[in-house]
């Protein structure tokens, strides 16, 4: 039997000796000046920049740190003469891993060299920095508990689909790789990164991918520093949840990046028998497969919190991302053809009957497939400790609710919904109290410290609706007239957020009014929120008695909330600059802005647009300036809805600042922004004045579209 650890080496260099012919191969045919081209990221290879601390840019560089690569892999006899017989250690095994992670980045950036998009479908291949940052949120709030990277094909198709679902109903991310993604075809399992299955390649290179999104997320979320090995090794063990299930029969060149994997702090489990070794806690034997993902959780300590809900189909936020296509709808509830809306309103209890679910109208099996129906939905709740001011907070739940029902697809709020159901779920006998059974459910277990009683109603019944959603429009206009009057000045409190140091440990988001957390899913309200469900949670009161610099946004109490939050390692922080002090990101932004000297202005782009932009950077490469919870004078991460903001950079003249933003972003945002532009400086329109990728991508164009259509930027004192 041969020994694990020359298993190891063997496979390594397996790894190694593709890279090689790869290489002068792609060199021959493009070029050594060929540039690298990984789409949509601003770490070239990721990989190679972690071990090697290398910006590889070309072909050419990548064939000069080649021998550098091939000194990582263990090369028994070079080394024998050189250690005279010594045994190899696990530190040669460990680094053989890395070795080959880099030797598989090496083919697949021959692959990516050669061709924009070298994976058709159904295969994902690279992900991208946006891919990166978009789990940030998810995994802080455990939404997502783990990472399961499976190495197939499984026995059966059967038991690979089983394996499959069964992850994604417990929320844990899956990544995979070879025959097993066959498998999953011909079982009809729907993939990609909206859904949380990603199937990464059909070679087991492709796992160079996998390991460049890890890498890239201590680089973006822990500010860990390429060539740092240790930060490396302690971010991943430590922070991402990660394990591989690896089927028989193991290749050597599997074992080889088991390697690399178990370094990493991810667990392998395998039911593969011959040639194997048990490695305490490292390398795990499973015979069973059917035990997989129970002995993979625990091998990582993941607990999954379940709630059992009473429906006939599964519930898992991994099907959040889900989409709902017409042909496949059976029923299509839309607001902007009919009276449909959804409400969260506070009763007395003695006006509710706990877990009453109530159907007023039709169910939805009374009408033909593919009909759109006008539906509406009210929660009502009871509480000793509930305020109206928690209502839209948990109204804005219902999407993420009824999101994460496999075969449903949510979107929108109030009474300005989309809401499917597909076919399949209806099939499995998915009807309309099943929303309410969710909603109850839901409401109830994740807000039990302020709702005692909860109840349902459904109503599908136009005329009723139309009374209903006329209730419900006023009290939505109750509530955004109490948003519209809260202004930073006019609480006596702000709050601060550290939901994202389980990935970023440095950084701190405080959250105000006019001021949202950077990843646009925290508001004041929702912060205030948290901290009175959950009084030791993330979200801690911070005070504002003690003002320094008003125009500034710098209070002594704010700064000691941010250095005891931080844990010291910020001192002072302003919430309307940013020139000076500015809030630290900690990745997981929704958009980012940064100076653009010629025009004086800022540059606004956000994470969905992959074009470039008048900086010369993409959204990826400006987003790299800035994370891992450390201040960037000139670059901020921030949510969407802090654009419109009066505070938006109000050190620096506010949002005249902004000169460029993506149409999309523009359209977003542009009714509110116009408003505040209005109050603020009496422009009329002010979004026609902002260039957008229609009219300048780089600063020539832009300072000529806005020196002739007299952009308030024009008036402001230089930046800097
Ligand atoms: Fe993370 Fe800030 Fe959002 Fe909290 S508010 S989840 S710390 S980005
Ligand atoms: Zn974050």
Redesign the pocket.
């Known amino acids: 039997m041969k020994l694990l650890f020359n298993r190891a080496f063997d496979g390594a260099n397996e790894m190694y000796a593709i890279a090689e012919k790869c290489l002068p191969q792609a060199i021959q045919e493009l070029g050594e000046a060929a540039p690298i081209a990984m789409p949509n990221t601003a770490y070239n290879l990721a990989n190679h920049s972690t071990y090697l601390n290398k910006k590889i840019t070309t072909l050419g560089e990548l064939r000069q740190s080649l021998p550098e690569v091939k000194s990582w892999i263990y090369d028994e006899q070079a080394r024998s003469a050189e250690t005279q017989g010594t045994a190899p250690r696990l530190e040669d095994v460990f680094k053989s891993g890395f070795g080959a992670f880099m030797a598989a980045e090496v083919i697949e950036a021959c692959k990516y060299a050669k061709s924009a998009e070298p994976y058709p479908a159904p295969y994902h291949g690279h992900l991208s920095d946006a891919e990166v940052r978009e789990l940030?949120?998810p995994l802080?709030t455990g939404d997502i508990p783990g990472f399961v990277v499976i190495i197939g094909p499984a026995p059966s198709d059967e038991e690979a689909a089983e394996l499959i679902k069964g992850y994604q109903s417990r929320a844990i991310f899956v990544f995979l790789i070879g025959g097993i993604i066959d498998q999953a075809v011909r079982m009809n399992i729907g993939m990609g990164f909206p859904v949380r299955i990603v199937p990464v390649g059909p070679d087991i290179w492709s796992v160079a991918h996998i390991i460049s999104f890890v890498n890239r997320a201590a680089m973006i979320?822990g500010n860990v520093q390429p060539g740092d090995r240790d930060e490396f090794d302690h971010y991943t063990f430590h922070r991402i949840r990660a394990f591989v299930n690896a089927f028989d029969p193991v290749a050597d060149i599997v074992v080889g990046c088991g390697a690399g994997a178990i370094a990493m702090g991810f667990p392998v489990i395998t039911n593969d028998v011959k040639d194997m070794w048990k490695v305490p806690k490292s390398l795990i034997i499973q015979e069973n497969t059917k035990d997989f993902i129970e002995t993979s959780l625990e091998s990582r300590d993941i607990k999954i919190k379940v709630t059992n809900i009473d429906i006939p189909v599964a519930f898992s936020s991994a099907f959040e991302g889900e989409i709902v296509r017409r042909n496949d709808t059976q029923v299509d509830v839309d607001s902007t053809k009919m009276d449909c809306f959804e409400w969260v309103r506070t009763k007395p209890a003695a006006e509710i009957e706990d877990h009453s679910i109530e159907l007023i109208g039709p169910d939805i099996d009374s009408f033909e497939p593919g009909s759109r129906i006008a539906l509406g939905i009210i929660v009502e709740v009871a509480g000793k400790n509930m305020q109206s001011d928690f209502e839209p907070v948990f109204e804005r739940k219902i999407h993420h609710f009824l999101n994460f029902i496999e075969g449903v697809m949510h979107t929108g709020q109030r009474d300005l919904i989309r809401l499917r159901v597909n076919k399949n779920a209806f099939n499995a006998g998915f009807r309309a109290r099943h929303f309410g059974e969710v909603l109850y459910t839901k409401m109830k277990s994740e807000y039990d410290a302020v709702i005692d009683k909860c109840q349902v109603k459904i109503c599908t019944i136009p005329e009723e609706l139309k009374k209903l959603r006329a209730e419900a429009n006023k009290v939505y206009e109750t509530r955004d007239a109490r948003l519209m009057s809260l202004t930073d000045e006019s609480v006596d409190v702000f709050y601060n957020c550290i939901?994202?140091q389980s990935?970023?440990p440095a950084?701190v988001?405080v959250v105000t009014p006019e001021r949202l957390?950077?990843?646009g899913a925290v508001s004041w309200l929702d912060a205030k929120a948290t901290n009175e469900l959950d009084p030791n949670g993330p979200c801690q009161i911070v005070t504002k008695q003690r003002v320094v610099d008003e125009n500034l946004g710098i209070w002594e109490d704010v700064n000691e909330a941010v250095q005891k939050a931080s844990h010291g390692s910020l001192q002072q922080v302003t919430l309307y600059s940013i020139m000076q002090d500015p809030m630290t990101?900690?990745?997981?932004?929704e958009c980012i802005c940064g100076i653009e000297p010629v025009t004086n202005g800022v540059v606004i782009v956000n994470r969905e647009h992959t074009g470039m932009t008048p900086l010369g950077m993409t959204f990826s490469e400006m987003a790299s300036m800035t994370g891992g919870g450390v201040q960037t004078p000139g670059f901020m991460g921030h949510g969407k809805q802090f654009i419109s903001s009066k505070k938006f950079m109000k050190a620096e003249g506010g949002p005249a600042r902004i000169v460029w933003m993506p149409r999309a972003l523009k359209d977003l945002v542009g009714k509110k922004l116009n408003k505040s532009a209005k109050e603020l400086y009496g422009i009329e329109d002010f979004t026609a004045l902002i260039a957008d990728e229609s009219v300048a991508e780089d600063p020539e164009k832009l300072a000529e579209y806005l020196g002739g259509n007299g952009h308030p930027v024009q008036n402001l004192a230089p930046l800097f």
């Open positions: 940030g949120v802080v979320f939901l994202c990935f970023s950084h988001c957390g950077l990843c990101s900690c990745g997981c932004f």
